[in-house]
């Protein structure tokens, strides 16, 4: 499994090297010609740097979690939700519906931050830049539910079955045009597994798609 993990990790990060090579490439020549060619070719280079500073960034992620034992606590919900929208920015701030509800769950803080942070990512990137995006906590006599709701064009049946494996891309060729990696569901759902709880996801075609995290309460002394 290692080795395979290793292979698709190096073929995803070849790509976009050398998409940036022949970006520089171009742009040293066109200099020499036009200025708005040598703009557009750095403006690719500037994407593909984009692109892979993500790749390791997730990888660097996983890794950690895979390699780190894990210690829970105590945490806030609430706390985790805020912290990472905070981080977004001011235009995806505002498409972000999300009404404070407080939760204590027993997790560790960067597991769940992680979790979040990525389903925030995938919500809003998959979702037409019009449509809002909803994020809501409930609590039940035995769980506490987090949902992440979107509006975009949703994940068939047969796909739902693989989203949580690294790598696999619903649709490759938007994934690849909007900076996908590959590795935000299955990181989340690692984050998740480890801290004793699970996720699901409600979708429909053209209709969006809603995945939960449920924790199962816990009384801690």
Known sequence: ???EFIANASHELKTPVASVRLAAESALRSLKLK???????LEQILRDSDRMNELISDLLDLSSMETSDIEMEVIDLHDVISNEISYLSKQNKKR???????????????????????????????????????????????EIICSFQDYGSGISKADQEKIF???????????????????????????????????EIESKLSFGSTFSIIFSKVNVK
């Open 1 to 3: 499994i290692k080795e």
């Open 35 to 41: 200025d708005g060619m040598a703009k557009s070719f």
């Open 96 to 142: 972000v519906g999300y009404k404070k509800t407080k939760a204590e769950i027993f997790a560790n803080y960067d597991d769940i931050s992680i979790a979040v942070k990525n389903l925030i990512k995938n919500a809003l990137k998959y979702s037409p830049p019009e449509e809002n995006i909803f994020i809501k906590t409930e609590e039940s006599t035995s």
């Open 165 to 199: 494996e690294r790598f696999y891309r619903v649709d490759k060729g938007r994934s690849r045009k909007l900076g996908g990696t590959g590795l935000g569901l299955a990181i989340v759902k690692h984050a998740i597994d480890r801290n004793n709880a699970r996720i």
